[in-house]
């Protein structure tokens, strides 16, 4: 395995610096780098300009690469330098050195527990999930690369949507411009980045906002991160839902940058709005619903933060302010939460439990049958044992309240409960989508209680004659006894367990069997650059763009079929007695037919059936055989 991802050093390492380089000089630039609340902003930022550049680029007639991130950057670390010279200099207030360091090596360490994690869930930097949404994503990647176009109203074409989130899409796509790697290695390597350093980074740099600006806040933050199956695992395994992660992953970022406003020095309060625009922007561009995730638990918090502002002030003029702040604020939340409503088509999902149970999952940190999250409970009961005896903390744990709510009214409500609809529809009424949340507020809360455990376990080792030597020897064995305990706990394990098993390659596979597999993959040396090749979407033979780049008549199950392409899926089996299946093929201009069989990625028979015509053919008059393996069988359209 080692050597198989080898191959994959130089995609990852573009991917990293990717979510690396244009947020640090962005940040250098506007804020410093000597603060580590604003450090930890650099890969989200990083995120919000590639998507948004990947939008800007077709409109000023670049093609996509590392050009158009790089004049972005540009423009913006000039925009951000400029405030800060109208803020005459000021940076964000310096950290001690202490504080930095202990805060790079904790990300350090999350990066590198997590990308072991998914480097051992997905096996193979070729391997991709045998899952239903798979399809569109790894198609989408491929189409920005051929059109050299990764434009949220460009890669939408694969299932004939005006816009889709971009984010996730362009920095795949970019890795695989920029290092010609095959698509599936570069979603790969792309996902391990997010998850092992934008995840991370974001879910701490919130942490130290809420919990203090601490080392061992810092630390419990980056370590707890890699110790949830909610996420980002979980979203490897359903769906997939690559986007979402993104946009997860960059969520924290944003409520961080939200809470800190209400504490930002005037002079730095024009570019921290302007860092959140950016931030909430590059939120939206991964998934509208992670803005609307990075509202609901920011939100509470700053209606709590104008509230205390006017019984501070005590003035008419401080209450009226607070006031319209905060029914300004509530109105940008309805018109979210309207503007992101879904179809009932798409938000048909059913609860799991009952709430009860819902809610001791959510507590937790354990939904889907995981284990708990026992270090973790561990640390909330440190953290409740910290508010009691200081209650002004208690706003840390406001996040964590609203997650729970959250998956407990998606996943332990029923559908005509009208709470459900209200406020969880923008998810779907996915519990699965809410459960993903439980980390990122459960997180800051543990990581209070870590560093209240913290400073007992502080005032203990100096109750004791010990040399230093001796003391840091502890800290080391407890940081790594931590470490160990988070990472490779249960709850994540049995996530990771399933990711592994969504991207394993077998005969009953329902996306690619290892010979369908096998025969896309000579497709680019049997099939002509130009031609468009028919097939079932549902059995994974589209995928032949993906993984071949070969052009197919459906990019995805989800989009508008033209009459021609659903007269071939129902009857292109009769080609040698029905002549308008020769007319639909000229019509589309066919070439080719990939023929999976009838083992279909929904498995709905309904579904299905639509396709049958177009599965388990025969060789004949106008169908030439070229290869085959096993089930699958590529065959050449003759003499239409």
Same mark, same amino acid.
């Given at each position: 395995?080692?050597?198989?991802?080898?191959?994959?050093?130089?995609?990852?390492?573009?991917?990293?610096?990717?979510?690396?380089?244009?947020?640090?000089?962005?940040?250098?630039?506007?804020?410093?780098?000597?603060?580590?609340?604003?450090?930890?902003?650099?890969?989200?930022?990083?995120?919000?300009?590639?998507?948004?550049?990947?939008? #800007? &680029?077709? *409109? +000023?007639?670049?093609?996509? !690469?590392?050009?158009?991130?790089? @004049?972005?950057?540009?423009?913006?670390? =000039? %925009?951000?330098?400029?405030?800060?010279?109208?803020?005459?200099?000021?940076?964000?207030?310096?950290?001690?050195?202490?504080?930095?360091?202990?805060?790079?090596?904790?990300?350090?360490?999350?990066?590198?527990?997590?990308?072991?994690?998914?480097?051992?869930?997905?096996?193979?930097?070729?391997?991709?999930?045998?899952?239903?949404?798979?399809?569109?994503?790894?198609?989408?990647?491929?189409?920005?690369?051929?059109?050299?176009?990764?434009?949220?109203?460009?890669?939408?074409?694969?299932?004939?949507?005006?816009?889709?989130?971009?984010?996730?899409?362009? #920095? &795949?796509? *970019? +890795?695989?411009?920029?290092? !010609?790697?095959?698509?599936?290695? @570069?979603?790969?390597?792309?996902?391990? =980045? %997010?998850?092992?350093?934008?995840?991370?980074?974001?879910?701490?740099?919130?942490?130290?906002?809420?919990?203090?600006?601490?080392?061992?806040?810092?630390?419990?933050?980056?370590?707890?991160?890699?110790?949830?199956?909610?996420?980002?695992?979980?979203?490897?395994?359903?769906?997939?839902?690559?986007?979402?992660?993104?946009?997860?992953?960059?969520?924290?970022?944003?409520?961080?940058?939200?809470?800190?406003?209400?504490?930002?020095?005037?002079?730095?309060?024009?570019?921290?709005?302007?860092?959140?625009?950016?931030?909430?922007?590059?939120?939206?561009?991964?998934?509208?619903?992670?803005?609307?995730?990075?509202?609901?638990?920011?939100?509470?918090?700053?209606?709590?933060?104008?509230?205390?502002?006017?019984?501070?002030?005590?003035?008419?003029?401080?209450?009226?302010?607070?006031?319209?702040?905060?029914?300004?604020?509530?109105?940008?939340?309805?018109?979210?939460?309207?503007?992101?409503?879904?179809?009932?088509?798409?938000?048909?999902?059913?609860?799991?439990?009952?709430?009860?149970?819902?809610?001791?999952?959510?507590?937790?940190?354990?939904?889907?049958?995981?284990?708990?999250?026992?270090?973790?409970?561990?640390?909330?009961?440190?953290?409740?044992?910290?508010?009691?005896?200081?209650?002004?903390?208690?706003?840390?744990?406001?996040?964590?309240?609203?997650?729970?709510?959250?998956?407990?009214?998606?996943?332990?409500?029923?559908?005509?409960?009208?709470?459900?609809?209200?406020?969880?529809?923008?998810?779907?009424?996915?519990?699965?989508?809410?459960?993903?949340?439980?980390?990122?507020?459960?997180?800051?809360?543990?990581?209070?209680?870590?560093?209240?455990?913290?400073?007992?376990?502080?005032?203990?080792?100096?109750?004791?004659?010990?040399?230093?030597?001796?003391?840091?020897?502890?800290?080391?064995?407890?940081?790594?006894?931590?470490?160990?305990?988070?990472?490779?706990?249960?709850?994540?394990?049995?996530?990771?367990?399933?990711?592994?098993?969504?991207?394993?390659?077998?005969?009953?596979?329902?996306?690619?069997?290892?010979?369908?597999?096998?025969?896309?993959?000579?497709?680019?040396?049997?099939?002509?650059?130009?031609?468009?090749?028919?097939?079932?979407?549902?059995?994974?033979?589209?995928?032949?763009?993906?993984?071949?780049?070969?052009?197919?008549?459906?990019?995805?199950?989800?989009?508008?079929?033209?009459?021609?392409?659903?007269?071939?899926?129902?009857?292109?089996?009769?080609?040698?007695?029905?002549?308008?299946?020769?007319?639909?093929?000229?019509?589309?201009?066919?070439?080719?037919?990939?023929?999976?069989?009838?083992?279909?990625?929904?498995?709905?028979?309904?579904?299905?059936?639509?396709?049958?015509?177009?599965?388990?053919?025969?060789?004949?008059?106008?169908?030439?055989?070229?290869?085959?393996?096993?089930?699958?069988?590529?065959?050449?359209?003759?003499?239409?």
């Amino acid at each position: 395995m080692i050597e198989s991802w080898s191959a994959a050093i130089a995609p990852f390492t573009v991917a990293v610096l990717a979510l690396i380089l244009p947020g640090a000089v962005i940040v250098a630039a506007g804020w410093g780098i000597r603060n580590a609340k604003t450090l930890l902003l650099v890969p989200a930022t990083s995120a919000a300009v590639i998507a948004a550049a990947a939008v #800007l &680029a077709p *409109l +000023v007639g670049m093609r996509w !690469s590392f050009l158009p991130v790089l @004049a972005l950057t540009i423009l913006i670390g =000039a %925009v951000a330098f400029g405030l800060r010279r109208l803020a005459r200099g000021l940076a964000s207030p310096a950290d001690t050195p202490h504080l930095v360091w202990w805060t790079v090596g904790a990300l350090a360490t999350a990066f590198v527990v997590i990308s072991a994690q998914l480097v051992w869930a997905f096996a193979d930097p070729d391997n991709i999930a045998q899952r239903f949404d798979n399809i569109v994503h790894l198609n989408s990647v491929r189409y920005a690369v051929e059109t050299a176009n990764a434009s949220a109203f460009n890669i939408g074409a694969t299932s004939d949507i005006a816009f889709y989130p971009n984010a996730w899409h362009a #920095l &795949a796509s *970019l +890795v695989s411009v920029t290092t !010609s790697a095959t698509v599936p290695v @570069a979603v790969n390597v792309a996902n391990i =980045a %997010v998850s092992a350093l934008l995840w991370p980074a974001s879910v701490t740099g919130l942490a130290l906002t809420l919990a203090g600006e601490r080392a061992a806040v810092a630390v419990s933050a980056a370590v707890l991160s890699t110790g949830f199956g909610a996420f980002p695992a979980l979203f490897f395994n359903w769906g997939v839902l690559y986007p979402n992660a993104t946009g997860y992953a960059v969520a924290p970022a944003v409520i961080a940058v939200a809470i800190r406003l209400g504490r930002s020095p005037r002079p730095l309060l024009l570019r921290d709005v302007a860092l959140l625009l950016l931030l909430a922007g590059g939120a939206f561009l991964a998934h509208p619903n992670a803005l609307l995730v990075a509202y609901a638990l920011s939100t509470p918090l700053v209606l709590i933060q104008l509230l205390q502002h006017a019984l501070h002030v005590r003035t008419l003029r401080a209450s009226v302010r607070s006031g319209v702040g905060a029914a300004a604020l509530l109105a940008f939340g309805l018109i979210l939460w309207i503007a992101g409503r879904t179809s009932a088509e798409h938000s048909g999902w059913d609860r799991w439990q009952s709430a009860a149970q819902a809610f001791g999952e959510g507590l937790l940190a354990a939904p889907r049958g995981f284990a708990p999250a026992f270090v973790a409970a561990v640390l909330l009961g440190a953290a409740v044992v910290a508010i009691v005896r200081r209650p002004s903390l208690f706003v840390v744990a406001v996040p964590f309240a609203v997650t729970v709510f959250l998956f407990v009214i998606a996943s332990g409500t029923p559908r005509e409960f009208f709470l459900r609809e209200a406020l969880t529809n923008p998810w779907y009424n996915d519990a699965n989508r809410l459960a993903a949340m439980l980390p990122m507020g459960m997180i800051p809360l543990a990581a209070l209680g870590g560093a209240y455990l913290a400073d007992r376990l502080g005032d203990l080792m100096r109750s004791w004659s010990w040399s230093r030597s001796a003391r840091g020897a502890a800290i080391v064995a407890v940081l790594v006894v931590f470490t160990l305990s988070v990472a490779a706990a249960g709850n994540v394990r049995g996530a990771l367990s399933q990711v592994r098993e969504a991207y394993s390659s077998t005969p009953d596979s329902l996306l690619l069997s290892p010979d369908e597999r096998a025969l896309l993959e000579r497709l680019g040396d049997e099939v002509p650059e130009d031609a468009l090749i028919a097939g079932s979407p549902r059995t994974g033979a589209s995928l032949a763009l993906a993984i071949a780049g070969r052009d197919v008549t459906e990019m995805h199950v989800f989009g508008t079929r033209s009459d021609d392409e659903l007269y071939l899926d129902a009857h292109l089996r009769d080609i040698d007695e029905d002549p308008r299946v020769c007319g639909s093929i000229r019509a589309l201009g066919v070439d080719y037919v990939l023929d999976f069989g009838d083992r279909d990625i929904l498995d709905s028979a309904e579904g299905a059936q639509a396709y049958a015509g177009i599965q388990n053919l025969a060789p004949g008059e106008h169908l030439e055989l070229v290869d085959s393996q096993g089930d699958a069988r590529l065959f050449q359209v003759v003499g239409c």
